[in-house]
Antibody, heavy 120, light 108 residues
Framework: EVQLLDSGGGLVQPGGSLRLSCAAS????????MGWVRQAPGKGLEWVSA????????YYADSVNGRFTISRDNSKNTLYLQMNSLRAGDTALYYC?????????????WGQGTLVTVSS | EIVMMQSPATLSVSPGERATLSCRAS??????LAWYQQKPGQAPRLLIY???TRATGIPDRFSGSGSGTEFTLIISSLQSEDFAVYYC??????????FGGGTKVEIK
């Protein structure tokens, strides 16, 4: 059974940094692309970032490009999202998600989410 | 950026009735469209990909159709567990993925 355990969220001041983690199990992690999708309180889903199975290729939404960095450690079956220069608009529940192939077209398994609150 | 628009925002349906949800893309996305279901306090769940292919374990009362810019998700006979928010997502413009704003299906 696929399991994705998101962690690392919390309260951070504007301009601050946070690193999210997603521990994966139940599948061959390095075979699949992974991504992060966020959901602001009471709002819809917004794709944030994705990474290929090998970790060589990374992709970002315009809203986070240059501030967020996605990475993965295939030896630890873990996905990361380093978030810098955080803004109030980044406040959201962040989900890690697994793609059904090596390319992050859509997501067939999701973590439970980790809440990031950016506020002074 | 491809903008995805869902209608209606809220759909009130009685259990056992049919629900029809629409998703429109600002430009053609071919058949590169997925649908997700999200219940309160839960993560989204993949329902449909490729516009019409049900994901593993999804009941056949869920069906997707359409191509280009117009897509439809039909729930043929609503069960109590189907009341949720539904999102469409295009991946034709990969890696720039975009979601629709969602349709909430509520009990009438």
């Amino acid at each position: 059974e696929v399991q994705l355990l998101d962690s690392g969220g919390g309260l951070v001041q504007p301009g601050g940094s946070l690193r999210l983690s997603c521990a994966a199990s139940g599948f061959t992690f390095s075979t699949y692309a992974m991504g992060w999708v966020r959901q602001a309180p009471g709002k819809g889903l917004e794709w944030v970032s994705a990474i290929s199975g090998s970790g060589v290729s990374t992709y970002y939404a315009d809203s986070v490009n240059g501030r967020f960095t996605i990475s993965r450690d295939n030896s630890k079956n873990t996905l990361y999202l380093q978030m810098n220069s955080l803004r109030a608009g980044d406040t959201a529940l962040y989900y890690c998600a697994k793609a059904p192939s090596s390319w992050p077209y859509y997501f067939d398994s999701w973590g439970q989410g980790t809440l990031v609150t950016v506020s002074s | 950026e491809i903008v995805m628009m869902q209608s209606p925002a809220t759909l009130s349906v009685s259990p056992g009735e049919r629900a029809t949800l629409s998703c429109r893309a600002s430009q053609s996305v071919g058949s590169n469209l997925a649908w997700y279901q999200q219940k309160p306090g839960q993560a989204p769940r993949l329902l449909i990909y490729g516009a019409s292919t049900r994901a593993t374990g999804i009941p056949d009362r869920f069906s997707g159709s359409g191509s280009g810019t117009e897509f439809t998700l039909i729930i043929s006979s609503l069960q109590s567990e189907d009341f949720a928010v539904y999102y469409c997502q295009q991946y034709n413009n990969w890696p720039l993925l975009t979601f629709g704003g969602g349709t909430k299906v509520e009990i009438k």
